[in-house]
């Protein structure tokens, strides 16, 4: 299944006075949160909000997920109900670790619905390569939670999650599926998120978690072609085919070829 993932946009269950919001900020996939976003006592007004929303407000263009809560949960039936029959565009089901839990989900949905995850803990990033190949659409990794559930500390320089955020991009290429990059707390501050979006772009992520619309239109700026890289993508293309072997003073082999591709496949998805 092919779609937008620059942008991961994660809305709170229980703010209802966001939901119509959402198109003008333009997020290519919009994430009504149960999950973490909603306290306990807050979660059955937060399931009744998404679904009267999921009827009734203009999305515009956003693909449209409710994060149920964890398989482990006493929420999870009762959100998993509730959405499959509603009119979503699919499920996001976080902390994923059992492709039993994957089994379940898809069978209380309808076909052809959205099945995201959420690999952020250390048992669901440490076998993400066999999770993700039981029929996922999309994953995200979540720093926040996998360090939490480690045992280490969150630092500005990220290297403590270098290593499960690159086994995660890993994992979800060989499953020839998008690759959400980890969430930036920080959200006044730009130039932090431009740098860790850069970055997981670098590693091979297709988009962001934003945790504030804010950050919508800089994901989109890191994980959207550039003209300049568009152009020579196309350059690269066409001195392949004529047997040319330099493009900008570069030599042109397959390597070179495979990146051109990848660059225009994110300017079609965007």
Not at 162 to 179: E, F, N
Not at 188 to 197: G, M, P
Not at 225 to 250: F, M, Q, S
């Amino acid at each position: 299944m092919i779609f937008g993932t620059r942008s991961l946009l994660f809305v709170p269950g229980d703010r209802p006075d966001m939901f119509s919001k959402v198109a003008r900020w333009r997020p290519d996939i919009a994430v009504v949160d149960l999950e973490d976003a909603v306290a306990p006592m807050e979660k059955a007004r937060a399931r009744r909000n998404a679904v009267s929303a999921l009827a009734s407000v203009d999305w515009g263009p956003t693909k449209v997920l409710v994060r149920v809560n964890a398989r482990s949960s006493p929420w999870f039936a009762q959100d998993v109900d509730a959405v499959a029959k509603s009119a979503v565009d699919g499920i996001l089901l976080p902390k994923y670790e059992r492709p039993d839990d994957l089994i379940t989900l898809r069978n209380s949905i309808p076909g052809g619905a959205i099945i995201a995850v959420g690999l952020e803990t250390v048992q669901g990033v440490a076998d993400s390569r066999s999770l993700l190949a039981s029929g996922v659409d999309c994953a995200y990794f979540g720093a926040e939670d996998y360090i939490a559930d480690i045992g280490g500390r969150r630092t500005a320089s990220g290297h403590e999650v270098l290593y499960a955020r690159s086994q995660v991009a890993v994992a979800a290429r060989l499953a020839g599926i998008a690759a959400v990059d980890q969430a930036v707390t920080s959200i006044w501050d730009d130039e932090a998120f431009l740098r860790d979006a850069q970055a997981g772009r670098n590693i091979g992520y297709q988009g962001k978690i934003c945790v504030h619309p804010r950050q919508v239109a800089l994901a989109h700026r890191v994980f959207t072609p550039t003209e300049d890289e568009i152009r020579h993508a196309l350059a690269v293309l066409e001195a392949a085919g004529n047997g040319v072997a330099v493009v900008d003073g570069e030599m042109v082999d397959q390597v070179h070829v495979r990146l051109a591709e990848t660059t225009l496949a994110r300017r079609d998805q965007a």
